[in-house]
């Protein structure tokens, strides 16, 4: 069975542009969570996805947002970037809910400039 | 929120030393899993362990819920298994998994 995918996996950008990150989860997982990861804070928690809804959003601002397919593949989008935003971000997907034992993907590496 | 906490925060092993890292976490929890995270980032699931005890391979994993810890063996390491280790919990008032800082390990020839 075929794991997280996630693109770009590298990505360049100049501050106030906006960007698109893509997730696809495990086949048969409906739940798609996003996790953003920088030396100083470590891993921290963006958002989860399940059946197209937000269930749940961590402490971000409003330039973070997302959306779900009906084929639960995700996607986030930051808007007005700043050079905090410069992180790996993880995409993780789960059967049901984030109780359940969580995947990971690759991760996509944004770099802002 | 939760508190997650690792120790130790670095270790450097000899090939084929044995180790136990170590998990506390402040309140009951529905999830916890170990991750090694390799050197591209990727997050390799290891456990899945809210409770009880699992083996796999030289790895192995127990989680004693009702004191709030978990620890995690790595038996006759390997230079492959460098790398950080992450515990990660799920409150079970909460929705979303909490990282510890990590344990950072290197394994020398």
Not at chain 1, 81 to 103: I, M, N, P, R
Not at chain 2, 50 to 79: D, F, H
């Given at each position: 069975?075929?794991?997280?995918?996630?693109?770009?996996?590298?990505?360049?950008?100049?501050?106030?542009?906006?960007?698109?990150?893509?997730?696809?989860?495990?086949?048969?997982?409906?739940?798609?969570?996003?996790?953003?990861?920088?030396?100083?804070?470590?891993?921290?928690?963006l958002?989860?996805?399940?059946?197209?809804?937000?269930?749940?959003?961590?402490?971000?601002?409003?330039?973070?947002?997302?959306?779900?397919?009906?084929?639960?593949?995700?996607?986030?989008?930051?808007?007005?970037?700043?050079?905090?935003?410069?992180?790996?971000?993880?995409?993780?997907?789960?059967?049901?809910?984030?109780?359940?034992?969580?995947?990971?993907?690759?991760?996509?590496?944004?770099?802002?400039? | 929120?939760?508190?997650?906490?690792?120790?130790?925060?670095?270790?450097?092993?000899?090939?084929?030393?044995?180790?136990?890292?170590?998990?506390?976490?402040?309140?009951?929890?529905?999830?916890?899993?170990?991750?090694?995270?390799?050197?591209?980032?990727?997050?390799?699931?290891?456990?899945?362990?809210?409770?009880?005890?699992?083996?796999?391979?030289?790895?192995?994993?127990?989680?004693?819920?009702t004191?709030?810890?978990?620890?995690?063996y790595?038996?006759?390491?390997?230079?492959?298994?460098?790398?950080?280790?992450?515990?990660?919990?799920?409150?079970?008032?909460?929705?979303?998994?909490?990282?510890?800082?990590?344990?950072?390990?290197?394994?020398?020839?």
């Amino acid at each position: 069975k075929a794991g997280v995918t996630q693109t770009p996996r590298y990505l360049i950008k100049t501050r106030g542009q906006q960007v698109t990150l893509s997730c696809s989860p495990i086949s048969g997982h409906r739940s798609v969570s996003w996790y953003q990861q920088t030396p100083g804070q470590g891993l921290q928690f963006l958002f989860e996805y399940f059946s197209e809804t937000q269930r749940n959003k961590g402490n971000f601002p409003g330039r973070f947002s997302g959306r779900q397919f009906s084929n639960s593949r995700s996607e986030m989008n930051v808007s007005t970037l700043e050079l905090g935003d410069s992180a790996l971000y993880l995409c993780a997907s789960s059967l049901v809910v984030s109780a359940y034992e969580q995947y990971f993907g690759p991760g996509t590496r944004l770099t802002v400039t | 929120g939760i508190q997650v906490e690792q120790s130790p925060p670095d270790l450097i092993l000899q090939e084929g030393a044995n180790s136990t890292l170590r998990c506390n976490f402040s309140d009951s929890v529905n999830n916890l899993q170990w991750f090694h995270q390799n050197p591209w980032g990727q997050l390799i699931n290891l456990f899945y362990i809210p409770s009880g005890t699992k083996q796999n391979g030289r790895l192995s994993a127990t989680t004693v819920a009702t004191e709030r810890y978990s620890l995690l063996y790595i038996s006759s390491s390997q230079t492959t298994d460098s790398g950080v280790y992450f515990c990660a919990v799920r409150p079970g008032s909460g929705y979303a998994l909490n990282f510890g800082k990590g344990t950072s390990l290197l394994v020398t020839p």
